[in-house]
């Protein structure tokens, strides 16, 4: 096996189990290693710690598998991290038939991502290791699962950091159907896993969705009607569906894609539900907020969840400056005690940062506003704590007070 050395002093995140090697600390390797190949790296006076997969085309140049020397990388290895993530996700099946079987490196698979959606499997391989293969990990899938096919859509622009080239191809089984039918706490919702937005649906949301839900159910307790909502970037109606779901009066619908427009039309037939209560708008969301905030439009509750606005650390200040204007047009359409729900998918984006940008909205808005809870990604996005880069997805449920 070839080694890979580090730069004197640079072992100490493996050190803490940080799955990645920087390009930046590599001292040089004993041989010449192909992309995805196993590879022991060491440190600058020789001690183990970690078998990786190597990149040589990415400026991570390599992506730990395993910190345990007495470990093979062979094809039971990964038999086995597959059947545990599989098993880890088992309690989510009473609720949903739309699970994120595999989350990267949370579950020592660094690079891969596997949705199931009902009887069908979709992945998304990010990184050369898991590329290196795929043919056996679609294989494995379809033997822990019992799936009827794997369809893989590896097309993110991250694959070309990893000098890998886009693919949208079936890996194993069945073709999948145009539309599979998906249903999450009482919801039905059709997915297009060729064509859809990741894997085809927003599968982080779910407990979002499931609290917007349940907001409409208790304001219509509480004040006798149904919430007036706006859903921005709403995609195929996720959010939308789950406010009809709970009894919100009217939902109005912004995203710019038509065909994502359809989808959730045709899913709110889908359910049985009221159609004279949801309006989709085929609209950019920056001029629909503004073009309602001048209308005197208001809401009792405003979604606001964008795509990434930031895809590494150079973006991060024009996606402040995107954040920081839909949250403060967001603000001004809601009524005196109306809540607003905001989202950021931007890794590059954290926590911290994301509060100062919807602070500062809410102080250019001119309102008092309380941060009555947090969003994140569910249980079958775990955090693996020694790699926070994991966390993406951020959420704040703002009241605005009267």
């Given amino acids: 096996m070839i080694d890979l050395i580090l730069k004197k002093s640079k072992e100490k995140s493996l050190l803490r189990r940080h799955p990645w090697v920087y390009d930046t600390a590599v001292a040089r390797m004993t041989g010449k290693s192909a992309s995805g190949e196993t590879v022991r790296v060491l440190s600058n006076d ?83 290791g898991v590329e290196a293969r795929r043919t056996l990990i679609g294989r494995l899938l379809m033997e822990a699962t019992g799936a009827r096919g794997v369809f893989d859509r590896s097309d993110a622009a991250t694959r070309r950091r990893e000098g890998l080239e886009p693919r949208i191809e079936l890996l194993a089984g069945e073709e999948p159907p145009v539309e599979i ?34 907001v409409a159910e208790r304001f219509r307790e509480k004040h006798g009607r149904g919430l007036r909502a706006l859903n921005c970037f709403c995609y195929t109606g996720g959010f939308s569906l789950a406010l009809l779901k709970g009894g919100a009066e009217s939902v109005v619908s912004v995203d710019s894609s038509e065909e994502a427009l359809r989808m959730a039309a045709a899913n709110v037939r889908r359910n049985g539900f009221d159609e004279s209560k949801a309006e989709f708008l085929c609209e950019d969301v920056f001029t629909a907020l503004r073009r309602m905030r001048d209308a005197g439009e208001t809401f009792d509750l405003v979604i606001l969840d964008p795509p990434k606005f930031a895809s590494s650390h150079y973006h991060v200040d024009r996606a402040a400056r995107a954040y920081k204007d839909i949250n403060l047009n967001g603000l001004k359409l809601l009524r005196p005690d109306g809540e607003l729900f905001t989202f950021s998918c931007s890794g590059a984006i954290d926590q911290d940062l994301f509060q100062k940008i919807v602070a500062g909205a809410i102080f250019d808005a001119g309102v008092d506003a309380w941060a009555i809870g947090r969003f994140g990604a569910g249980i079958d996005h775990p955090l693996l704590m020694t790699y926070p880069e994991g966390e993406y997805l951020k959420g704040l449920r703002i009241l605005v007070r009267p």
């Fill in 46 to 128: 020789g001690r183990f710690l970690a078998y990786a997969a190597f990149s040589p085309f990415s400026s991570i140049r390599a992506r730990c598998w395993s910190f345990r020397e007495d470990e093979r990388i062979d094809e039971a290895w990964f038999a086995q991290k597959i059947r545990q993530a599989v098993e880890a996700r088992a309690d989510l099946w009473s609720r949903t038939n739309a699970v994120r079987l595999v989350f990267g490196e949370a579950d020592g698979l660094p690079g891969l991502i596997v949705d199931q959606y009902d009887d069908f499997l979709v992945t998304q391989f990010q990184a050369a």
């Fill in 181 to 214: 039918e998906v249903v999450e706490d009482g919801v039905r919702y059709g997915v297009d896993v060729r064509v859809g937005h990741k894997t085809g649906f927003y599968i982080d949301q779910r407990e979002s969705r499931l609290t917007a839900q349940k």
